[in-house]
Every structure is written in structure tokens, then in C-alpha cells.
């Protein structure tokens, strides 16, 4: 989403300015073209040639600078941005923007602006909790500006409390959603993810090399989108995505229960997890000691969730499944989209370098119900999400 996109980056005289220098580095390796435009005070801070350097542009710091007012007039970076971000955004800038003040650069720009304005607030925390600024944020926020709540922690005052400037992933994320249009607003979506552990003591489970990338992607590109997502996740090491409800499980038993208990409510339900089949029969409360001879554990079968799914499915409801294979890829992913019941399946060989479990690209195939399939090449899994997606906003869209 950020690819080609003109991102207006604010920078405000607090001590976390130095942090803009990170988001720079980051919008730019995402292929977005930042324009950098600081206030007098955040230059006591940070250099503009930092921010120069990093965005590849003149930052632009006084309206009263022929040459660059000449060039890149303040009207002109209001009008090309498609997202002004204020990053960090102090007491005194947000004040000055819930009172329509416009007496340098980057305040002209923000009352000038028709773009979409994220606000990312860090301050010392009794500033941030004065309810003067709380009810300068909350103009702000009925202006239609989205507020990036400021986290917990130690601040640079040596104070505790809320005032540190947001994460910046959390940055990162609420630029991609300000900029996604809202194609799922209304829609409840249900994604699993992830693997699930079959224990058989406490400290040995069996499992799968499922990492959940694919199932995470998924909910964060449909949150994105604006769909209420839940996200259902079997054990992973991924922070979850930003705004999704997330409901963690551990075995397929649990999985089981959970989607059950939502499936009804939801309008779209896309099964990436890596279930297992299997459960040992027996779970050992302690540790089964080793002894001579071969150990024999004997596995009861799992439920099909997704095949459960589909023979309860209600009109209307879009239900997606995923097959890993390691042969006979399109015949194998055939069979398990009739018996499942569903719309079409996304099929991939776990065995192509660059696909499957735990890699960042995916190299799919969608097979739908009359047969037709679309071979999509290796991409990020980000954007295989997109793929599944587009095609699941169609279904809705004719239904
Ligand atoms: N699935 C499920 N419950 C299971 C097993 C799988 O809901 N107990 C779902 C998966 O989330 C996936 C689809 O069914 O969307 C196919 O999973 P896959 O592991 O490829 O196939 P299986 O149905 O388990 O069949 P097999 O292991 O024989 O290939």
C-alpha cells in the first residue's frame, strides 16, 4: 500500500523526534516518497540533514525560504501527500492543530491538507493525561484524525506512565490502514492460524513446522480492509496484528472449539492453520520417563474443523481452505474442496523452495469449485493475502 504513495512526515520539537528517523527509513524502503517537514523546535533535536538524507528530499522547514518555497511551495505538499503523519506530535502541536493555528510550516500544511492525518502524540505523562490535551486530542479525533495512543513506560523525563511515542511497527500498520480502503467495513472475518500441539506429557507435544505467516497476513491485510477479524492461533512467536480479536488455542480440540463457537457470526471463515490430525490417545500428567525398549504411542483422530464448517455453513458465508501437499498437488486439493464444502481452496507444494511453512513468500494455486484455477508466481505472503482476499470480496460482492 505504501509503494508510489506521498507521505507528508511531520516532525515536532520533542525528544522522540529522533525516532522519525527510523520511520523515514522504513516509508522509504516500502517504496513510499517521504516529504519531511520539521518545526523550529524539532531541529533542536534532530538534524534536518538526518531526514534530508534518509527521505532523499529537501525537508522543508521555513515558509519563508524562497529558493525551496519556489520549488515545493507549502500548498503544493499539502496537495501531493496521501497521508500526513505527525511523528512525534508534542502538547503544543496539538493544540495548535484543535485550534486551527497556521504560523509555520507544518501547521499550513495540516490546515491546507484534504489527505487523511495520522497524529502520534509523545509527551511527558502528566501533559499527556492534562485534560487540556486530552480534549485537544479528542477534537482531533472528530475532525477525523486517527490518534496513535502513546505507550506505557519508562519516559525520557525518568517518569513512568503513558507518554512514550507508539511502536514503530504500530506506526507502520496504522500508515498501511489509513491508506487501504475500507473494502471489508462491515464484514466479520475468522482466520486460523498456526499449528497446534498433541500432547503427550508435559514437556513433548507433536506438531508441524507451521509458523502462522500465512494466517497472520491474512488477518492483517482483511483488518486493513476494515473487517472485524478474529484470529484464531495456535502457538507461534508473531505479535499479533494490530486492531484483530485474538483467541490463542493450542490443539486441534481447541481449535475446534473455539471456531465452533464463532462460525455462526462470521461472513467469512478462511482455514490457514496447520491442524493436526492426530492426538495421543493418553496425555501423561508428568514426564514419561524413558526405559528400556521402544515406547508405543497410540493417536486417536482429530475432527475435520473445516470439513465441519462446511456441512454447517450458512447462506452466504465465504469458507476458504488451504492444502499443503507434497505431490499430486492440484488432484489432492480437488478432492479436499468438494469434500469440504467450500468456495476454493488454496493449494501449495511444501516442497518448492520459497512456499509453505515458515518462509515470508508463498507460490499458490486457488482452485475453485467448477475447476478454474489461477496459478499466482512466488510473492510476498502479504500480498498472497491480498490475492485471497480480492477473490473472497467477489464472492461477496455476488452473493
Ligand atoms: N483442516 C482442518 N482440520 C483438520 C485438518 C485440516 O480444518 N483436522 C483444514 C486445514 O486448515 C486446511 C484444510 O483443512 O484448510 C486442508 O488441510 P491439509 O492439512 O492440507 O489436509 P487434510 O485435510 O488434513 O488431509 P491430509 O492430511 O490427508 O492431506
Not at 492525518?117 to 480534549?135: G, L, S, T
Not at 485474538?246 to 464463532?262: D, K, N, P, Y
Not at 515458515?358 to 490475492?387: F, H
Request: net charge neutral; aromatic share 4%; charged share 20%.
Amino acid at each position: 500500500m505504501l509503494d508510489g504513495k506521498t507521505i507528508v512526515l511531520g516532525v515536532t520539537g520533542g525528544i522522540a523526534a529522533y525516532k522519525a528517523a527510523e520511520v523515514v527509513r522504513s516509508f522509504v524502503k516500502a517504496g513510499a516518497n517521504v516529504q519531511v517537514v520539521m518545526t523550529a523546535n524539532a531541529r533542536q533535536f534532530v538534524s534536518p540533514l538526518t531526514l534530508q538524507t534518509l527521505s532523499g528530499q529537501p525537508v522543508c522547514t521555513d515558509l519563508f525560504d524562497l529558493g525551496l518555497e519556489s520549488q515545493i511551495g507549502h500548498i503544493q505538499v499539502a496537495r501531493a501527500a496521501h497521508l500526513i503523519m505527525v511523528i512525534p506530535a508534542t502538547a503544543n502541536i496539538i493544540a495548535k492543530m484543535a485550534a486551527g493555528i497556521a504560523d509555520d510550516y507544518l501547521t499550513t500544511v495540516l490546515l491546507a491538507a484534504t489527505a487523511p492525518i495520522v497524529v502520534c502524540p509523545a509527551m511527558n505523562v502528566k501533559m499527556y493525561e492534562n485534560p487540556v490535551v486530552q480534549r485537544n486530542l479528542e477534537t482531533l479525533r472528530q475532525r477525523g484524525c486517527i490518534i496513535v495512543e502513546p505507550e506505557a513506560g519508562e519516559l525520557a523525563c525518568k517518569e513512568e506512565g503513558t507518554g512514550r511515542l507508539a511502536e514503530l511497527t504500530t506506526i507502520l500498520e496504522t500508515a498501511h490502514r489509513a491508506l487501504t480502503p475500507g473494502s471489508l467495513a462491515g464484514r466479520r472475518v475468522l482466520v486460523s492460524a498456526g499449528p497446534t500441539w498433541e500432547a503427550f506429557d508435559p514437556v513433548r507435544y507433536i506438531s508441524n513446522p507451521s509458523t502462522g505467516k500465512m494466517g497472520y497476513a491474512l488477518a492483517t491485510v482483511a483488518a486493513r480492509r476494515s473487517a472485524e477479524v478474529h484470529l484464531v492461533s495456535g502457538p507461534t512467536y508473531l505479535h499479533p496484528p494490530l486492531g484483530v480479536h485474538l483467541h490463542r488455542i493450542v490443539t486441534a480440540l481447541q481449535m475446534e472449539e473455539c471456531i465452533t463457537g464463532l462460525a455462526r457470526d462470521m461472513d467469512v471463515i478462511i482455514m490457514a492453520a496447520a491442524v493436526g490430525d492426530y492426538r495421543p490417545a493418553e496425555a501423561s500428567p508428568h514426564k514419561v520417563k524413558k526405559a528400556e525398549g521402544d515406547l508405543w504411542v497410540q493417536l486417536l483422530r482429530n475432527p475435520d474443523i473445516l470439513a465441519g464448517l462446511g456441512q454447517r455453513r450458512r447462506d452466504g458465508q465465504v469458507l476458504v481452505g488451504f492444502a499443503a501437499e507434497t505431490e499430486n498437488l492440484v488432484e489432492n486439493a480437488m478432492q479436499k474442496l468438494t469434500q469440504k464444502r467450500l468456495d476454493f481452496i488454496v493449494a501449495n507444494n511444501l516442497v518448492n523452495p520459497g512456499s509453505g511453512f515458515g518462509c515470508d513468500t508463498n507460490e499458490v494455486k486457488i482452485i475453485r469449485k467448477d475447476g478454474s484455477m489461477d496459478e499466482l508466481p512466488r510473492m510476498p505472503k502479504e500480498r498472497v493475502a491480498g490475492e485471497i482476499l480480492n477473490r473472497i470480496e467477489s464472492l461477496l460482492a455476488s452473493t
